[in-house]
């Protein structure tokens, strides 16, 4: 158990929908990432935060976007969505300083587009 | 931009027998330089990582790894598979210029046969 939490682990929607995966960071940890993981893409960084604030963007569509909390959970939403939005979505989390590159992930949330 | 090569995608071992998983990245300075496994269903957990100093490191259920930065290679290994490890290996590469984002390989799965 890495101490990360996700919620829901699964979830299954229609094309054009909108859902919002939640993500609580280990205790103590400032800073989440969001992944995604595909079939065609593989495992692909889409947003960092730290301590609330935006701190480095990947490949992330325009359609989806993410915050995080004060009290450091994170919110990862997705709209508009289509078939090719299905994946495995993956938060982690990390500390401070030297220890920031190193991640914790969740067990992530399987999310489906029909 | 940093980049990871895994180019093994399927390498199938007996139980007992040795391993060596491939890895190689592009990165024009010392990269920071991961190990995570994920089993079936679940999220990635970290083996092993090296930042700097020993170029063999130790990481949890036996794995190490070697950095070898004339061959731009970080390959894991462990002396004896057990059926558990049974499970898909991502190297992975950060930056060490402040952006923690992770750049993963595309992952090799690790078939054990009795």
């Known amino acids: 158990d890495s101490g990360v939490t996700q919620t829901p682990k699964h979830l299954i929607t229609a094309t054009g929908q909108r859902v919002t995966l939640r993500c609580s960071p280990r205790s103590g940890d400032l800073s989440v990432y969001w992944y995604q993981q595909s079939l065609d893409q593989g495992l692909q960084f889409l947003i960092q935060?730290?301590?609330?604030?935006?701190?480095a963007k990947g490949n992330i569509l325009e359609r989806f976007s993410a915050q995080q909390f004060p009290d450091l959970h994170s919110e990862l939403n997705l709209s508009s969505l289509e078939l090719g939005d299905s994946a495995l979505y993956f938060c982690?989390?990390?500390?401070?300083?030297?220890?920031?590159?190193?991640?914790?992930f969740g067990p992530g949330t399987r999310l489906t587009v029909t | 931009a940093q980049s990871v090569t895994q180019p093994d995608i399927h390498i199938t071992v007996s139980e007992g027998a040795s391993l060596e998983l491939r890895c190689n990245y592009s990165y024009g300075a010392t990269p920071y330089l991961f190990w995570y496994v994920q089993s079936p269903g679940q999220g990635l957990q970290l083996l092993l990582k090296?930042?700097?100093?020993?170029?063999l490191v130790q990481g949890i259920k036996g794995f190490e790894a070697e950095f070898k930065r004339s061959q731009s290679s970080f390959n894991l290994r462990k002396p004896s598979v057990h059926w558990s490890d049974a499970a898909e290996y991502f190297c992975a590469v950060a930056s060490n210029f402040g952006n923690e984002k992770l750049t993963f390989g595309t992952g090799t799965r690790l078939t054990i046969i009795p």
């Open positions: 090296y930042f700097s100093g020993d170029t």
């Open positions: 935060y730290y301590n609330g604030e935006e701190r």
């Open positions: 982690a989390s990390s500390a401070t300083g030297g220890l920031a590159y190193e991640q914790y």
